[in-house]
């Protein structure tokens, strides 16, 4: 779905953590950065990726990866889907789809014979530079830090 290339520029990210605290992808540099996009927290798929990730954290920041997660989802739904899991890392609540649309994960899907706009599930490993290294677009949500891990 997204129209981004590996060794693309990775188009900043200025936006507010599920803790209100200022995230910056440029703050990044010099660390790789885990950038997944899912489509509504507490949901079966998207507990499952996000709590690999989680239970893989020491492993993939032992790589040197910083993980950061997106979705539409509100300041609330991410804070509680963020300490229900006890996630170590920031969720980003993109509310206006800035960040979403900026990466092109935004767009038509069909589940059940039904078309609807969404996110598509997509993650993107940016490397040390600000750089796309890896665009994840079909993710294995109960395997993901797996699927990262075998590319790095």
């Known amino acids: 779905m997204t129209t981004l290339t590996e060794g693309a520029k990775a188009p ?22 885990i950038l997944f996009f899912y489509p509504k927290a507490n949901t079966p798929g998207c507990t499952a990726e ?4 989680r239970d893989n954290y020491k492993e993939l920041s032992e790589k040197g990866f910083k993980i950061i997660g997106v979705s539409a989802d509100d300041e609330k739904k991410q804070k509680n889907f963020a300490e229900k899991f006890n996630f170590p890392y920031p969720l980003i609540p ?3 789809k800035k960040v979403i649309n900026d990466y092109g994960v935004w767009g038509p899907k069909k589940f059940m014979g039904k078309t609807y ?19 994840f677009t079909q993710v294995k949500t109960k395997e993901h830090a797996e699927q990262i891990l075998n590319e790095y």
């Open 50 to 53: 996000a709590c690999n990730l």
């Open 94 to 96: 993109d509310t206006d």
């Open 12 to 33: 900043d990210i200025q936006a507010k953590d599920h803790e209100g605290n200022p995230v910056k992808l440029s703050d990044y540099k010099g660390r790789k950065v």
């Open 117 to 135: 706009d969404g996110i598509h599930r997509t993650t993107f490993v940016i490397s040390e530079e600000g750089n796309i290294e890896k665009i």
